[in-house]
């Protein structure tokens, strides 16, 4: 079965600038890869996307060239840096522009167009906040539509404090950040796959009807 992982790039660095964060994603590529799925990067800081929580902000906005990408994809992974111990403000930026994807349900069951799509996440940073902006992402993920397999996130932050970045430190050997990688992969593969043979049967349309009626 053919699949296709997205990884959107949240680094606040401009090209040509090194990125850790895509030296990162392309280690998490590489296991992909190797596990015959199709990969694609996407660098946010390449385009001019506007604040706002639709699905497209118009005036030049580039977040529906990223959104038609995402809903393409069967696996879908946020790569960010940590910031003052969290994600960064452009990883924040995306989950506030997928909420337009919340108004975007079909006509016949009302399902978001990631429905029937996983996601996940990788972090890294030279100080602590992985595990906080894990969290925050993987929340947004599933109110967003998307399925989280298990342990779908790995993340590299180095010794506490101050440090080394992943490049500097060869983040791509530790041990422990590439286990999480492989897992992550495996488990995100095996659930893309069977969502694709299997879709989900909620019909939200149905749900909010009843839902109504509930709360009579």
Known sequence: MNLKALFLN????????????????????SIFKDLQVQTEVLRLS?????????????????????????????????ATPIWRGDRSSIAKMVAERLDGILEEGNNE??????????????????????????SSILFDFSEHGFTVPVNAFSYYVGEAGPGPSYIEAEGDTHEF??????????????????????????????????ATQLSK
């Open 109 to 134: 069951n009302g399902q978001y167009p990631t429905y029937n799509k996983v996601a996940g996440v990788i972090v890294d940073g030279n100080e602590d906040g992985a595990k906080k902006a894990i």
């Open 46 to 78: 390449d385009y001019s996307i506007k604040f706002g929580t639709s699905s497209d902000e118009k005036n030049g906005d580039e977040w529906p060239t990223i959104l038609d990408k995402i809903k393409a994809a069967d696996i879908f992974i946020i």
């Open 177 to 210: 950040t590439n286990n999480m990688l492989l897992t992550m992969a495996h488990n995100m593969i095996h659930v893309a796959t069977l969502l694709k043979e299997n879709p989900y049967p909620t019909n939200l349309k149905e749900l909010e009807e009843k």
């Open 10 to 29: 949240c680094t606040l660095k401009y090209p040509p600038e090194v990125s850790n964060t895509r030296a990162f994603i392309e280690k998490a590529e």
